[in-house]
């Protein structure tokens, strides 16, 4: 069992459980899918008694929701949500932002904020497993998560791409964006074939700007 400092409220150390295993949840849930992982793993992962998952979820469906939660509450700092967009649109609008850089600002946005948090490899991963073999959580993520993330997506590219432009051509450049931002979840591979010895800020923002440059000239201009 953690240690946790003097001082220490009852209620801030179970926040700080609860946390906890929340985090070592996500992490289990998408190594192994939500049949793979027991109760008994998870609190010996988290260092807690078997009970206190049950204390503070329910059981482990209680987890998993919560941790698909925790998903959705990330989401926007991966990918900016339609009230971002709009008003970077307003911007394009009234001449302070060209087509160019609207759109750029769009896929960097995704780019820093899937490299910039290690997290996001474990919420993309069990966002992938939810997709092959949806749960009974699938409906909320559906809800909160891919349906604000597409309609945030869908509004921006309107902007950037001809009047004319379907809704099945705007879907599909935009559903080739997400693919190659997603290559990049994992960018050991990647760095490890370049010869990186680590992705340090550096070689985040030249990643980044290498890739902005094609994406924007991909999507429109």
């Not at 001082?7 to 939500?34: D, H, P, Q, S, Y």
């Not at 474990?122 to 559906?142: F, V």
């Not at 074939?193 to 201009?221: D, Q, Y």
Request: proline fraction near 4%.
């Amino acid at each position: 069992m953690t240690v946790h400092p003097k001082g220490k409220t009852n209620k801030a150390r179970g926040e700080e459980t609860r946390e906890k295993l929340i985090e070592v949840g996500l992490r289990l849930f998408a190594m192994n899918g939500f049949n793979g992982v027991s109760m008994r793993s998870l609190a010996s992962e988290a260092e807690v008694n078997l009970a206190t998952v049950g204390y503070h979820f329910g059981g482990k469906l209680g987890l998993y929701e919560a941790v698909i939660k925790e998903i959705i509450r990330f989401r926007e700092e991966v990918m900016p949500g339609e009230d971002a967009v709009r008003e970077k649109i307003a911007e394009f609008d009234a001449g302070k932002l060209n087509r160019e850089a609207l759109a750029e600002w769009f896929f960097r946005s995704q780019m820093e904020g899937i490299l910039s948090d290690p997290t996001t490899l474990w919420g993309l991963m069990l966002i992938n497993r939810e997709m092959a073999d949806p749960s009974e959580s699938y409906q909320l993520l559906d809800d909160e998560f891919f349906t604000p993330a597409i309609d945030a997506m869908v509004l921006l590219l309107r902007a950037v791409m001809p009047e004319n432009t379907s809704l099945t051509e705007i879907l599909a450049v935009g559903t080739s964006i997400v693919g190659i931002v997603l290559k990049f979840v994992n960018p050991k591979a990647f760095s490890d074939r370049v010869g990186w010895n680590e992705m340090t800020p550096e070689r985040i923002n030249e990643l980044t700007a290498i890739l902005s440059r094609r994406a924007v000239a991909f999507i429109c201009c």
